[in-house]
């Protein structure tokens, strides 16, 4: 039974940084694309970030790229997301997914299991 369960989210000032976590279990972690989508409170799902560690290949959003950085533990099954120059457009429930399929040159932008997600709030 796949799981993913997220953790790290909290109140930051803008311009601070967090480190989301999300610990993941039940499937063969390395060969998917993983991913994080987030949702700003009114909104809809926005991808952020995706990587596949046996790969070693990652994308962003443009608006994260060069302020985000996404991270695996593969030992541990874990999946990060390293957020700095926080704004307060960054707020908003972070959720890691599961691609539905395995390898593949990128994200196919399908998922097959979600974790209940992360608040992060970036507000002075």
């Known amino acids: 039974q796949v799981q993913l369960v997220e953790s790290g989210g909290d109140l930051v000032q803008p311009g601070g940084s967090l480190r989301l976590s999300c610990a993941a279990s039940?499937?063969?972690?390395?060969?998917?694309?993983m991913n994080w989508v987030r949702q700003a409170p009114g909104k809809g799902l926005e991808w952020v970030s995706a990587?596949?560690?046996?790969?070693?290949?990652?994308f962003y959003a443009d608006s994260v790229k060069g302020r985000f950085t996404i991270s695996t533990d593969n030992a541990k099954n874990t999946l990060y997301l390293e957020m700095n120059s926080l704004k307060p457009e960054d707020t908003g429930v972070y959720y890691c997914?599961?691609?539905?399929?395995?390898?593949?040159?990128?994200?196919?932008?399908?998922?097959?299991?979600w974790g209940r997600g992360t608040q992060v709030t970036v507000s002075s």
């Open positions: 997914a599961k691609d539905l399929r395995p390898r593949g040159t990128r994200s196919s932008g399908e998922y097959d299991n």
């Open positions: 039940g499937f063969t972690f390395s060969i998917y694309w």
């Open positions: 990587i596949r560690s046996d790969e070693d290949k990652a």
